[in-house]
């Protein structure tokens, strides 16, 4: 069964930091592209960060370039984003997806507030 779960999401102060972790069952992980999703109360689902089946090419939205490092572990079928300087603005659930897999997991929220 394909399935994602995504988890360390948690309660942070502005300019904190927390790393997220994706793991995926029921399919091959390190053959696909893996993107990092969020979506904000009363906002749509957006792309913050990408990475390439072999993590050697990633891409990161402008809101986010300079502060969130997107990397993955195959051999543990996971992916992990690093956010640092948070703000605010980051506060949303956090969603990972496989391009070509049309399966979301859970979601892990975030929550920047002093």
């Known amino acids: 069964q394909v399935k994602f779960v995504e988890s360390g999401g948690d309660l942070v102060q502005p300019g904190g930091s927390l790393t997220l972790s994706c793991t995926a069952f029921?399919?091959?992980?390190?053959?696909?592209?893996v993107s990092w999703y969020r979506q904000a109360p009363g906002k749509g689902r957006e792309s913050v960060a990408t990475i390439n089946h072999s993590a050697d090419s990633t891409n990161y939205a402008d809101a986010v370039k300079g502060r969130f490092t997107i990397s993955r572990d195959n051999a543990k079928n996971t992916a992990y984003l690093h956010m640092n300087n948070l703000n605010s603005e980051d506060t949303a659930m956090y969603y990972c997806?496989?391009?070509?897999?049309?399966?979301w997991g859970q979601g892990t929220q975030v929550t920047v507030s002093s």
């Open positions: 029921g399919f091959r992980f390190s053959a696909y592209d």
């Open positions: 997806l496989a391009h070509g897999i049309s399966k």
